[in-house]
């Protein structure tokens, strides 16, 4: 459990806040077993950034309390891998599951703002994030690193947690590091911004709540 972390189990409901919009509870639960990793994941998107978050990666666990806290995201993650070989499968794998569980709690997605943006600085970095829930996946990241490695964790980790969040929760994501010079607040400036503009673009939009954010009246 990190510090940041509630003491509720995952097995517990996460606290249902109210529905201010007479909507159906935006909640999914998905389990993703494979031979390297096995994943459960909570989400709430109508929270107020609770949950519980473990991964077996610390740093992992930390940058995912970044997107709970900041995006009020209720999220339960426990994710059980074979980081005795390496962190990859763990991160690759709880990138995937919560993308899973992203797209299913948006459902029809009708009523939603759809686009959002943020600046998230931290320090000496400065990061961009822009979010389209298109239904179209699609990640585009310029973020150059100063070290490979932040503490045990290896930097390219962090792309592969977000194509497999992005890739599975169909959305287009833009991350741009603007300034920066220490790798950890590079990383934890993207994961603020990615948070805040996250939350912008799932949440609802009080003037088309019956309408879909598409001309095409689809995604």
């Known amino acids: 459990m990190t510090a940041n972390s509630t003491t509720h189990t995952p097995e517990q409901s996460l606290p249902q806040p109210p529905n201010l919009y007479g909507r159906p509870a935006r909640t999914a639960t998905v389990e993703r077993n494979t031979a390297e990793t096995q994943v459960k994941c909570t989400v709430n998107l109508d929270g107020t950034g609770q949950g519980v978050v473990d991964t077996g990666v610390p740093f992992l666990d930390h940058m995912i309390d ?65 979010v389209d829930l298109s239904g179209r996946p699609g990640l585009h990241m310029d973020i150059p690193f100063t070290r490979s490695h932040v503490g ?54 009080e003037r088309a709540l019956n309408t879909l954010p598409s001309t095409k009246e689809a995604f």
């Open 152 to 205: 045990k964790f290896d930097v390219d980790l962090f792309s592969e947690f977000f194509y497999g969040f992005v890739n599975h929760s169909w959305m287009t994501v833009h991350l741009d590091n603007l300034k920066g010079k220490n790798s950890h607040h590079q990383i934890e400036s993207a994961f603020k911004a990615f948070a805040r503009a996250l939350r912008m673009a799932c949440e609802y939009d």
């Open 66 to 130: 970044q997107i709970k806290r900041h995006g009020l995201f209720d999220l339960d993650i426990k994710c059980t891998g074979d980081t005795y070989i390496d962190d990859h499968h763990s991160v690759e794998d709880t990138g995937i599951t919560l993308g899973q569980a992203f797209a299913k709690a948006l459902g029809d997605k009708k009523g939603i703002r759809r686009y959002g943006h943020f600046y998230a600085p931290l320090d000496e970095s400065l990061t961009r994030a822009v």
